[in-house]
């Protein structure tokens, strides 16, 4: 059994205005399951315009802190903005090192592969005069 009454709840205005919401709904809480939003008309009363300027301060309030709020995103994204910002500059900077270091190692290495050539051909030049030395000695 579906139960259609919520508990009677009054709204009072600023000013000392008084309504009280309905609180029979009857099918609409069967259709509307997620929930149902209520609006009170404001009823004939003296001191609207306290009313009127109570609400503006309200609707102000509001809007100060939904600029607040969009101030304080936007410094967020301005700081990780500069956060990305130092966090590609030093990646680049490490980078920029290992690729320093490589070529170092690298040109290390050629000079390494340059020299043990020289001293391959260096020895085969030795052993070569050491065998024609060898054939001469032997032909004389």
């Known amino acids: 059994m579906t139960i259609n009454n919520t508990v009677e709840c009054e709204a009072i205005w600023i000013s000392g205005a008084r309504a009280t919401f309905q609180n029979y709904w009857g099918d609409v ?18 001191d609207l315009d306290k009313d009127m300027q109570f609400a503006f301060q309200v609707q102000q309030m509001k809007q100060q802190e939904e600029m607040q709020r969009q101030q304080m995103a936007m410094q967020q994204r301005q700081m990780l903005s500069q956060q990305l910002d130092e966090l590609n500059r030093s990646i680049w900077e490490q980078n920029r090192m290992q690729q320093e270091n490589f070529d170092r190692s690298l040109e290390y290495w050629r000079q390494q592969d340059q020299e043990n050539y020289q001293n391959q051909m260096l020895y085969q030049m030795q052993n070569l005069n050491r065998n024609l030395n060898n054939l001469n000695h032997s032909l004389y």
């Open 29 to 46: 809480v069967e259709e509307y399951p997620q929930g149902v939003r209520s609006t009170l008309q404001r009823p004939d009363y003296p």
